[in-house]
């Protein structure tokens, strides 16, 4: 099972030089790299990156499966409470390795298997609406939260509480699974006081960085993902990206080509998957991509303001939306595609009888056509001096996505070293959630709201009312 990585039309020999890469170039970021995978080797040896080891804590996931087994027996729907790291891995491997109707079926169609719903966000109607699609007494909330103090999660937990007991489960606590940090924070105190079943993030990983800890391995699990092979996956993908061989590290190139890029232009850095299971991965990327990279302090302190704009878009589908502005528009994008090597299922298209203009499509199949349509895209992307790169799964199996999920993360770490910030804070991030408790009026942030409202006052209002129809 191999994964294959295409960086021909990232070159200046295919898409120019003022575009592309050279061999020079890449060659002169060698030294570079060898010194910031020392940074990287140091800070895993004092235990300060453990994400890296997660795929390989075989006891833990034993736990997970056996609490996944209870909830499997107790309940028929499983909602994830939380937002950001806290949910987007899950929806991206749940997207990419349940079939797409696993919510839409009868539970005898889908083996047993509970729903899994993700709720993140705090709009009353998405939240409502889930609300009447689920039966309190045969549903269980995994409220997930590193720091525990996540405003989202902790309203959705209220809400969440308060729907059961209106109606009428008598301890809503057996509705519960805490997932959060070990020691710390607001959810852990509850889970200690009220008795709450709960569950540990390892210390010192991220939420970004999360996906191979129970916040996506429970669920996941629950709904019936293979997680022993995805973390098998990402196990056998770890030796490949953790040497300081740069031609020979697909993460590592994969960053160097994107900085590289980046510094010729290319600040915005689109994620297009050819197939509809690997559209989650795009959006999981968007966040850890952004997050990690985009900063406005470098490592010294200086000010930088640094980051490449990930975006997503979908093949075929954006074929018809925004690949005209790709091709033609400014020279600002990169475009990083994910092709699939083998479908789990095809179709091969029959003839139609005097149609003569739908003959070319006789004995070709839809999986055939699809990575046509991706070639000719990366190709004629490369004619108009348009760097594009190829990341091919064999097959869209829990190994190779966790494969895949592994090398992004590290391919992130590394890059936040190239572009010298912190990928492993998010003090932007912070600076919302600081505000929003103030205008909450949570207590101890009384002069944070002094601040919003002055900064409120200071800026002359400019809002326009126009009349709506009422129906
Ligand atoms: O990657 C991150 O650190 C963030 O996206 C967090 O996951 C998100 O803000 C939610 O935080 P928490 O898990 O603490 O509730």
Same mark, same amino acid.
């Given at each position: ?7 021909? /039309? ?6 120019? +030089? ?52 209870? =909830? ?53 109607? /998405? =939240? ?12 269980? $909330?995994? =409220? ?6 996540? =405003?989202?999660? *902790?309203?959705?937990?209220?809400? *969440? ?26 959810? +852990? ?22 996906? $191979? ?48 890029? /980046? ?18 991965? *795009? ?13 406005? /302090? ?36 990169? %475009?990083?595609?994910?092709? %699939?090597?083998? $479908? ?74 190239? $572009? ?52």
């Amino acid at each position: 099972m191999k994964l294959e990585f295409d960086y021909s /039309y990232m070159m200046a020999e295919s898409v120019g +030089r003022e575009q592309g890469t050279s061999d020079a170039e890449l060659a002169s970021e060698v030294t570079r790299c060898q010194d910031i995978h020392a940074r990287i080797k140091t800070r895993r040896e004092q235990g300060e990156l453990p994400f890296f080891d997660l795929p390989f804590a075989a006891a833990e996931v034993d736990e997970i499966l056996h609490l996944a087994d209870k =909830v499997r027996q107790r309940f028929d729907d499983v909602v994830v409470l939380g937002i950001g790291g806290s949910a987007l891995g899950t929806k991206a491997v749940m997207s990419a390795l349940r079939p797409s109707w696993h919510n839409l079926v009868s539970p005898g169609d889908r083996n047993g298997l509970p729903r899994l719903f993700v709720l993140d966000n705090v709009d009353p109607d /998405y =939240v409502a609406d889930h609300f009447e699609l689920l039966n309190p007494e045969r549903t269980c $909330f995994l =409220v997930i939260s590193k720091s525990g103090s996540t =405003v989202e999660t *902790a309203s959705q937990f209220l809400v *969440a509480r308060d729907w059961l007991n209106a109606n009428s489960c008598l301890n809503y606590r057996e509705h519960f699974i805490l997932i959060t940090d070990p020691e710390h924070g607001l959810l +852990r105190e509850l889970a200690e006081r009220e008795g709450i079943e709960s569950c540990a993030i390892p210390a010192g990983v991220g939420g970004r960085f999360s996906v $191979f800890t129970p916040v996506s391995l429970l669920p996941l699990a629950c709904a019936g993902v293979d997680i022993v092979s995805l973390l098998k996956g990402a196990a056998a993908m770890a030796p490949q990206v953790c040497h300081d061989d740069l031609m020979t590290n697909p993460a590592y190139l994969n960053a160097v080509l994107q900085y590289l890029a /980046y510094q010729k232009g290319a600040r915005i850095s689109v994620m297009m998957p050819y197939s509809n299971r690997l559209f989650g991965v *795009a959006d999981w990327f968007r966040q850890l991509w952004a997050e990690s990279l985009g900063k406005k /302090y470098a490592l010294d302190g200086s000010v930088c303001h640094v980051g490449p704009t990930p975006i997503n878009a979908l093949g075929t589908t954006d074929q018809h939306s925004q690949v005209q502005l790709y091709m033609e528009g400014p020279f600002d994008k990169l %475009v990083m595609f994910l092709a %699939v090597g083998c $479908f789990d299922q095809d179709f091969t298209m029959q003839s139609y009888p005097d149609m003569p203009a739908l003959q070319y499509l006789e004995g070709h199949s839809m999986a055939e056509l699809i990575n046509a349509e991706r070639r000719a895209t990366a190709t004629a992307l490369a004619r108009n001096q348009r760097p594009n790169l190829t990341l091919t799964l064999p097959d869209v199996s829990a190994a190779s996505v966790g494969a895949l999920l592994y090398w992004l993360q590290v391919q992130t770490l590394f890059a936040g070293y190239l $572009f010298d910030v912190d990928p492993l804070d998010q003090p932007g991030v912070e600076e919302g959630k600081t505000l929003t408790y103030a205008l909450m009026g949570r207590e101890g942030f009384s002069e944070k709201r002094d601040e919003f409202e002055q900064l409120q006052a200071e800026v002359p209002r400019r809002v326009l009312s126009v009349d709506s129809v009422s129906t």
